[in-house]
């Protein structure tokens, strides 16, 4: 069945380390995103991708990092210059880069929630 | 002020109760989404409304363009459609979605 598979799905990290959320997906979606979650606030994105080798900052992209080398792949890296990384974090992907598309669907993944000790 | 506002931000009813859960927003837009958060973390895709009224089984949406609203309807509610629902707007012209708080609904049988 295809979907968006996220790992791992629970994280613990020490201050200082950088640690990297993996996103894969087998909808052969175009564009990618990740958000971040925390209590009480809607969404929020930090780095979107429409295609391969190319993406692009959201809000709140400062302390994180990306890299779309594959269709299929968008890691997420959350670097020791986050300053308040615990989170829930969801990857996403769509088959269109315009979410105003009446063909298009948000697929999302099961998030990854990262917790810094 | 949030450019997207969700009501009630919690809400908790009987089972088989009508649920009504509504969204306003601020900004001109060209879609608005619904989703589903169970309580696990993942989410799910219900609706996306340009205009008019959606259903599928016992969930109906309706947005109001000129209002600047939108509803979300559940029929017969049964304590398995307790998640968090979240409301999201595409900006005309725009792949960015702006984001609701999310309403927690609980169904207590």
């Known amino acids: 069945d295809g979907g968006i598979t996220q790992s791992p799905k629970y994280l613990f990290r020490k201050e200082g380390q950088n640690v990297t959320l993996s996103c894969e997906q087998n909808?052969?979606?175009?564009?990618m995103y990740w958000y971040r979650q925390d209590p009480g606030q809607g969404l929020r994105l930090i780095y979107y991708?429409?295609?391969?080798?190319?993406?692009q900052k959201g809000d709140i992209a400062e302390g994180y990092s990306v890299s779309r080398e594959k269709k299929e792949s968008f890691p997420l890296t959350v670097t020791s210059a986050q300053k308040n990384p615990t989170a829930f974090y969801l990857c996403a992907s769509s088959n269109a880069v315009a979410l105003y598309s009446g063909a298009n669907v948000l697929t999302f993944g099961a998030g990854s929630r990262l917790t810094v000790l | 002020k949030n450019e997207v506002e969700q009501s009630p931000q919690n809400l908790t009813a009987q089972e088989g109760e009508f649920i009504t859960i509504n969204c306003s927003y601020s900004?001109?837009?060209?879609?608005l989404h619904w989703l589903q958060q169970h309580p696990g973390g993942g989410i799910v895709s219900l609706f996306m409304l340009s205009s008019g009224k959606k259903k599928h089984g016992r969930l109906i949406a309706t947005i109001n363009i000129q209002e600047k609203h939108s509803s979300l309807h559940i029929t017969a509610s049964h304590p398995r459609d307790s998640a968090v629902y979240i409301c999201?707007?595409?900006?005309?012209?725009?792949?960015?979605?702006?984001w609701g708080a999310g309403t927690k609904l609980i169904i207590k049988p």
């Open positions: 991708s429409q295609i391969v080798n190319d993406f």
């Open positions: 900004v001109g837009i060209s879609a």
């Open positions: 909808l052969n979606h175009d564009a």
């Open positions: 999201a707007v595409c900006v005309d012209s725009n792949y960015q979605l702006i």
